[in-house]
T-cell receptor
Framework: EAGVAQSPRYKIIEKRQSVAFWCNPI?????LYWYQQILGQGPKLLIQ????????DSQLPKDRFSAERLKGVDSTLKIQPAKLEDSAVYLC????????????FGEGSRLTVL | AQSVTQLDSQVPVFEEAPVELRCNYS??????LFWYVQYPNQGLQLLLK??????LVKGINGFEAEFNKSQTSFHLRKPSVHISDTAEYFC??????????FGRGTSLIVHP
C-alpha cells in the first residue's frame, strides 16, 4: 500500500514570496490533515478535511495560508506571502477513520524562509 | 479542549538500558491516546495506540505503554533500548473533537 506522498521535500524562498505544497493521501482515506511543525515543537494542526469539506481550520492563519481539497483526494497548502516565522516542516497526514485520530503521515515538506 | 504534556524534552540513556518517556494529558471527555516516533528528516510513524480495552498496549519495536486514567498518564516504556531507537517521540491525544493534539516531543538519545 502506497503511503502519503508529499512534495516538494524541501523549499527555500525569500520572505513575501509564495509557496505551495502538495499532498496525496493513502487511497481510500477520507480524512486529510495539514500540520505545521516548527523546530523543537510538536505538530500543530492547521486544517482538517473530511472528503472535500473543511472540518476545522480554526488555527489556519487565513490572511496568508489557504488550503484546498477539491476532489476529495489530493490537497494543496499555499502560503502567500511567506514570513520568516513560517519556516517549518509542513506535514500531511491521512486517516481512514476520523473518529479515532490515528494518523498516517507523509515525510513532510521543509520550508525555509529567508 | 485537550492538551498533552511531555515532561522530558530530552532523555539520554545507554544502550540496553530500560527507558520510560512520560506523557500526561488533560481532557474533559474520554480519550484515545497515541505514541508516534519521528526519525531525522522523516514523518511521524505510529508506535502504538490506546483506543479501549486493556490498559497495557504493546507496539512496534518492543515498545509498550500503560494508560492510567486516574493519573491521566500514558507513559511509554522499553525494557532494553538500541542505538536505532534514537529519535523524537511524540505523545498525542484525541478527545471529543477527534482531532489529535500533540505534545512537544521527547528526544531519546541512546549512547553506546
Amino acid at each position: 500500500e502506497a503511503g502519503v506522498a508529499q512534495s516538494p521535500r524541501y523549499k527555500i524562498i525569500e520572505k513575501r514570496q509564495s509557496v505551495a505544497f502538495w499532498c496525496n493521501p493513502i487511497s481510500g482515506h477520507a480524512t486529510l490533515y495539514w500540520y505545521q511543525q516548527i523546530l523543537g515543537q510538536g505538530p500543530k494542526l492547521l486544517i482538517q478535511f473530511q472528503n472535500n469539506g473543511v472540518v476545522d481550520d480554526s488555527q489556519l492563519p487565513k490572511d496568508r495560508f489557504s488550503a484546498e481539497r477539491l476532489k476529495g483526494v489530493d490537497s494543496t497548502l499555499k502560503i502567500q506571502p511567506a514570513k520568516l516565522e513560517d519556516s517549518a516542516v509542513y506535514l500531511c497526514a491521512s486517516s481512514p477513520d476520523s473518529n479515532t485520530g490515528e494518523l498516517f503521515f507523509g515525510e513532510g515538506s521543509r520550508l525555509t524562509v529567508l | 479542549a485537550q492538551s498533552v504534556t511531555q515532561l522530558d524534552s530530552q532523555v539520554p540513556v545507554f544502550e540496553e538500558a530500560p527507558v520510560e518517556l512520560r506523557c500526561n494529558y488533560s481532557s474533559s471527555v474520554s480519550v484515545y491516546l497515541f505514541w508516534y516516533v519521528q526519525y531525522p528528516n522523516q514523518g511521524l510513524q505510529l508506535l502504538l495506540k490506546y483506543l479501549s480495552g486493556s490498559t497495557l498496549v504493546k507496539g512496534i519495536n518492543g515498545f509498550e505503554a500503560e494508560f492510567n486514567k486516574s493519573q491521566t498518564s500514558f507513559h511509554l516504556r522499553k525494557p532494553s533500548v538500541h542505538i536505532s531507537d534514537t529519535a523524537e517521540y511524540f505523545c498525542a491525544v484525541t478527545g471529543g473533537s477527534y482531532i489529535p493534539t500533540f505534545g512537544r516531543g521527547t528526544s531519546l538519545i541512546v549512547h553506546p
